[in-house]
């Protein structure tokens, strides 16, 4: 499994067999500038969406006959599962800005989930419905999201084997948010190498949790 991290939420999943699933593609440009990683432009299988914001939903650059998905449920498509799971955008049960889905995916013998824009911790009937996962692909940025802290909790409830961070401030994001490093500091097996993609296979999971920083694409 290949993991390209495109900026902001959105990254290119590819399996094994070549399928390709961008989640949380945003609008390059949106929020009047702010937000201006460029545009998606890839082909895709399978396009996933955790809310309906700009910054996470835009799909008109994105190219070939995909599947769309947006909304609760557990689905199947190309031989993957997919299961979609409500939380909400803020904590005050979505009355902020709206609900929001933590997105699971099952291939290459590996679960990895994409937690969207996460507003708040988890509770235990959301812990045991995510299960056990092997990478989570975390907001850690704050104001809009969780912030350091929160995510912090976060990932030692679902104890993945890899946490890569996202939603986070860089100088293609000029959001009121933190950086990376707020979260990455002080903290053990922080691996970065300056890379926009990952892969992984079941054989070369870490066999205790690491943190992955990758760079943007575009």
């Known amino acids: 499994m290949k993991i390209k991290w495109y900026g902001h939420a959105a990254f290119l999943i590819t399996t094994e067999k070549g399928v390709r699933i961008i989640v949380d593609p945003y609008q390059s440009g949106a929020f009047g500038g702010a937000l201006s990683y460029g545009k998606i432009t890839d082909e895709a299988d399978i396009v996933l969406s955790s809310h309906d914001h700009d910054d996470h939903n835009y799909t008109k650059d994105i190219k070939g006959k995909f599947t769309y ?3 609760q449920g557990v689905f199947e498509e190309k031989g993957i599962k997919i299961r979609s799971i409500p939380t909400f955008h ?3 049960k979505g009355s902020e800005r709206g609900k929001n889905l933590i997105f699971t995916i099952d291939a290459d013998d590996i679960r990895l989930a994409h937690a969207g824009d996460l507003g708040h ?3 235990a009937a959301a812990v045991k419905e995510i299960g056990k996962i092997d990478i989570l692909l975390i907001p850690i940025g704050g104001f809009y999201t969780i ?3 929160e995510a912090e909790k976060v990932v030692e409830e679902l104890k993945p084997l890899v946490t890569i961070p996202m939603h986070y401030k860089t ?3 000029d ?3 933190s950086t990376v490093e707020e ?3 002080s903290k053990k097996n922080v691996k970065d190498e300056g890379k926009t993609e990952v892969e992984f296979s079941r054989a070369t999971l870490p066999q205790q949790g690491e943190i992955v920083v990758l760079r943007h694409a575009l």
């Open 69 to 71: 998905i947006n909304k």
């Open 90 to 92: 803020d904590q005050s």
């Open 121 to 123: 911790l988890l509770d």
């Open 147 to 149: 912030d350091v802290k």
């Open 171 to 173: 100088q293609r994001c």
């Open 175 to 177: 959001f009121p948010i």
């Open 183 to 185: 979260f990455t500091k």
